[in-house]
Structure formats: C-alpha cells, structure tokens
C-alpha cells in the first residue's frame, strides 16, 4: 500500500521553474501527475506506464518533465510556467506498484497547489 504525499508547491512568477515531488513510492511505473483548477476539468499532465513510456498533455508537453527521484520519489520538473498552469497539482499511483500488465491508479495524495502570477 501507498501512502501518498506530494511536496514542492509554491507561488511562482511567470516564466520560472518549479520542482514537484511525489513519494514514497514502491515502484517505478505506473504512476501520474494530475492537475485541477477551477472551472476545469482535472487533466493527467504526465504518466508513465507499465513500460517505462512516459507520455505528457499536450497543454504541458516540452515544458514539464517527469522522473524518478531521491528517496523512491516521482518528479515533474515545470519549467517556463505561465499562469495557466495554476493549479492543484497531485500524483496517482498503483497501490500494488502495478505490473507489466496492469496499472490501476487507486493511490491518490491530497494535492500541492502551484500558482504562477503573471
């Protein structure tokens, strides 16, 4: 089981960079970042599936990267954030750690709020 916790949320200015952290982890797939902003819909910015691919919306691909980190931690480093991406920022995982042939995004943290003032 996983006990979710996210960290790494602030209030940025436009064009800055921003690190966020998803831990601890059990495994290195099958985990997402999501975001949720009012008066929109909650959007998967970046997941890796069960075979390492990592895939990114298009609203965020080119500026935001997602790794694997310290600590069985999982990273989305923002970079040139607009005011747009102002959102609550949470990280999804498989609860077993997934497998090769299943991922079920069960595990869910409370969220980190990122605001980038323009």
């Known amino acids: 089981q996983l006990n979710l916790k996210e960290s790494g949320g602030a209030s940025v200015q436009a064009g800055e960079s921003l690190t966020l952290s998803c831990g601890t982890l059990?495994?290195?797939?099958?985990l997402a970042w999501f975001r949720h902003a009012p008066g929109k819909a909650r959007e998967r910015v970046a997941f890796?599936?069960?075979?390492?691919?990592t895939t990114y919306a298009d609203s965020v691909k080119g500026r935001f990267t997602l790794s694997s980190g310290p600590e069985d931690t999982l990273l989305l480093k923002m970079n040139s954030l607009k005011p747009d991406d102002t959102a609550v920022y949470t990280c999804?995982?498989?609860?077993?750690?997934?497998?090769?042939?299943?991922?079920?995004?069960?595990?869910w943290g409370r969220g980190t709020l990122v605001t980038v003032s323009s």
């Open positions: 999804a995982a498989d609860s077993t750690g997934g497998s090769s042939e299943s991922c079920n995004l069960d595990a």
């Open positions: 059990v495994s290195l797939y099958c």
């Open positions: 890796r599936d069960t075979d390492y691919t």
